[in-house]
């Protein structure tokens, strides 16, 4: 494989759990690098057809490139998936037979300091996933208010040193405006320092709960779900992968409710939760803390 191109993360159980037909109508409403895309329309060939979405640009592009042999059955737009909705009705592309939402951070966006997303990797404080969105992580740090801060780094990141580390952010920029992510990482190193912390970073919890502010990261989910639903034909299905619980959380309960309610608009295909197996998980680091849940509609 070409090692420039992103590994799909539980490939086999997506394209299994959506339950592909040739000539499907299938969205994938995050498609990244289209590692997940390509397999769908391999899977729906020799008409299926493809709507991928992706409010990042760069992964529009990555995409298209990886998927120009399909060009005549592949849409591409740059949107957010709360627009998923939106933009299929101006396509006219529905109802489908599959949707998949991958919440995962790509490699490339990692990988690339401009960002702001890696601890490890030097730049300056953004953590955008699209140009489109106005709010940097920059502004969160510096301008929002100490109590503010402690309630996302609790509510976004599940740290238990949350008032510690606002404390330590509130102090430092009194000082100097904290610009980059070293910096962002050194302050909170600092205020809460590093005991207990053997497998992960002091500001790894602090780095996610700014990324899920800046983007609105729950709010999205919680508002594109039941839009997805609707656009789902009778027998069609939806295949959701989460990398952290409070995510996973919001898909759960989402699907539960729904499938639970006194006359029921879905069904859960998977009741239990879908993990990577662990020669996945040897393989793709990324895939780890990935976890798979799959409804399909009445």
């Given at each position: 494989m070409d090692e420039s191109l992103q590994i799909?993360?539980?490939?086999?159980?997506?394209?299994?759990?959506?339950n592909l037909t040739p000539g499907a109508l299938v969205i994938d409403a995050t498609i990244g690098g289209g590692g997940h895309a390509e397999a769908i329309l391999t899977a729906t060939a020799p008409q299926g057809k493809l709507l991928g979405l992706d409010w990042d640009k760069d992964a529009i592009t990555r995409s298209g490139n990886r998927l120009a042999a399909y060009q005549d059955r592949v849409v591409?737009?740059?949107?957010?998936?709360?627009?998923?909705?939106?933009?299929?009705?101006?396509?006219?592309f529905y109802p489908v037979?599959?949707?998949?939402?991958?919440?995962?951070l790509s490699r490339d966006q990692l990988k690339d300091g401009a960002r702001g997303f890696a601890i490890q990797?030097?730049?300056?404080?953004?953590?955008?996933?699209?140009?489109?969105?106005?709010?940097?992580?920059?502004e969160i740090v510096n301008t929002w208010p100490e109590k503010s801060l402690e309630q996302i780094f609790t509510e976004f990141g599940e740290e238990r040193h949350a008032a510690r580390a606002a404390q330590a952010i509130a102090a430092a920029r009194k000082l100097a405006p904290i610009n980059t992510t070293r910096e962002l990482a050194d302050v909170v190193v600092r205020g809460v320092g590093r005991r207990g912390r053997y497998h992960i970073h002091p500001a790894t919890?602090?780095?996610?709960?700014?990324?899920?502010?800046?983007n609105r990261e729950f709010e999205n989910i919680?508002?594109?779900?039941?839009?997805?639903?609707?656009?789902?034909?009778?027998?069609?299905?939806?295949?959701?992968?989460?990398?952290?619980s409070l995510e996973d959380r919001i898909v759960k309960f989402f699907f539960r409710d729904l499938a639970r309610?006194?006359?029921?608009?879905?069904?859960?295909?998977?009741k239990k939760v879908i993990k990577p197996g662990r020669p996945e998980v040897l393989g793709n680091k990324a895939s780890r803390?990935?976890?798979?849940?799959?409804?399909?509609?009445?």
């Open positions: 799909p993360v539980m490939l086999e159980e997506v394209i299994s759990g959506l591409l737009k740059q949107a957010n998936y709360t627009e998923t909705k939106t933009i299929a009705y101006e396509q006219r037979s599959a949707l998949l939402l991958d919440l995962g990797t030097e730049g300056p404080l953004d953590m955008r996933f699209s140009d489109q969105v106005s709010l940097t992580a920059k919890r602090i780095f996610q709960a700014l990324r899920i502010a800046t919680k508002q594109a779900l039941p839009e997805m639903v609707s656009l789902l034909a009778p027998g069609g299905r939806i295949a959701v992968l989460t990398f952290h309610a006194e006359h029921p608009t879905i069904a859960l295909v998977n803390s990935a976890k798979l849940r799959i409804i399909e509609k009445l």
